[in-house]
């Protein structure tokens, strides 16, 4: 899988967009960008993904740049539930390539 | 709908002691992963299941560690003469179904603490 680079941290106030950065600049063509969560001691939790076009959710927002070479995950509005580690991955989409591997993700901390 | 779950939600035994740990997927996902999380570390992968083929165990840390899939839904994951090192957050994820659903949903973990 190609590599991601996030900051370690963030920390955004409630009610705000929370704009998360993701660089991944050796993404092949074939692979998607997806993030997912996880909160304290809690399983991690998909949230969107996309491969070339901008996505959106019930929960989030993703603004993949034209060169595929960095993305953006957009809380909308913040919440306090919301602090979590958030991880940016580009992966194949199915087979046996398909396991995901996280590496240290970005902290956000939404204040009240 | 329901989701993955898992049990014990956590389980504490001895070091040199086996443990099963089991996964029920969402129905009618034909893929399921093992992963485990230890503390402050991220997610390593430990095996894949996707329909009938071959399980990839290429994440297994030691011939300790097995799985099996029974019927194509619950999963158990064995560890056999525990180690400290084994102690860890166990997560199964399942993906797959009706639409082509890749994206993986994970279940809440195993705590397993060897003493």
């Known amino acids: 899988d190609a590599k991601t680079t996030q900051p370690p941290s963030m920390d955004c106030a409630e009610g705000r967009a929370a704009n998360l950065p993701c660089n991944h600049s050796?993404?092949?063509?074939?692979?998607?960008v997806y993030w997912y969560r996880q909160i304290h001691s809690q399983g991690p939790q998909y949230i969107i993904h996309?491969?070339?076009n901008n996505e959106t959710n019930e929960m989030a927002s993703l603004i993949i740049t034209e060169d595929r070479k960095s993305s953006t995950l957009i809380l909308p509005h913040a919440t306090l539930r919301d602090t979590a580690v958030y991880y940016c991955i580009v992966r194949v989409r199915t087979g046996a390539n398909s396991k995901l591997t996280f590496g240290k993700g970005i902290t956000l901390s939404v204040r009240p | 709908g329901a989701g993955v779950s898992q049990s014990p939600s956590n389980k504490v035994t001895e070091k040199g002691k086996d443990v099963e740990l089991r996964c029920d997927p969402i129905?009618?996902?034909?893929?399921l992963y093992w992963y485990r999380q230890s503390l402050g570390q991220g997610l390593e992968f430990l095996i894949y299941f996707q329909g009938n083929s071959a399980p990839d165990k290429s994440g297994l840390p030691s011939d300790r560690f097995s799985a099996e899939r029974t019927g194509g839904s619950v999963s158990t994951l064995t560890i056999q003469r525990t180690q400290q090192e084994d102690s860890a957050v166990y997560l199964c994820?399942?993906?797959?179904?009706?639409?082509?659903?890749?994206?993986?949903?994970f279940g809440p973990g195993t705590r397993l603490t060897v003493t």
């Open positions: 994820a399942s993906s797959g179904g009706a639409g082509y659903r890749y994206e993986q949903y």
């Open positions: 050796t993404i092949s063509g074939n692979e998607y």
């Open positions: 996309g491969l070339k």
């Open positions: 129905s009618g996902h034909t893929a």
